[in-house]
Nanobody, 121 residues
Framework: QVQVVESGGDLVQAGGSLRLSCAAS????????MDWYRQAPGKQRDLVAA???????NYADSVKGRFTISRDNANNMVYLQMNSLKPEDTDVYYC???????????????WGQGTQVTVSS
């Protein structure tokens, strides 16, 4: 079994900062990419930021220059530092982990349960 758990969501004023964390645990051999997505009620889930095992990153245009994704490979963690938050950043944020359970095994995608970020104006 694999568990993916996000934390760090909160209510914050516009212009403020939050740091989201995501921990993956369980039957894991290796983790390749780790991503952050966000989703508003009734809307599609959109990619916010992604990071490879080697540290290459990719960001949605709407968060470039404000959000930073990072990871701790030794502890199977990924983080999202969010600065200069705007009301339009209000969403449920989800962590997605791409992993293998054995050497040369297939890659699986696991999602966390989400953490709510609310930015007040």
């Amino acid at each position: 079994q694999v568990q993916v758990v996000e934390s760090g969501g909160d209510l914050v004023q516009a212009g403020g900062s939050l740091r989201l964390s995501c921990a993956a645990s369980g039957s894991i051999f290796s983790i390749s990419a780790m991503d952050w997505y966000r989703q508003a009620p009734g809307k599609q889930r959109d990619l916010v930021a992604a990071i490879t095992r080697g540290g290459s990153t990719n960001y949605a245009d709407s968060v470039k220059g404000r959000f930073t994704i990072s990871r701790d490979n030794a502890n199977n963690m990924v983080y999202l530092q969010m600065n200069s938050l705007k009301p339009e950043d209000t969403d449920v944020y989800y962590c997605n982990v791409h992993l293998s359970k054995r050497e040369y095994g297939p890659t699986y995608s696991y999602w966390g349960q989400g953490t709510q970020v609310t930015v007040s104006s």
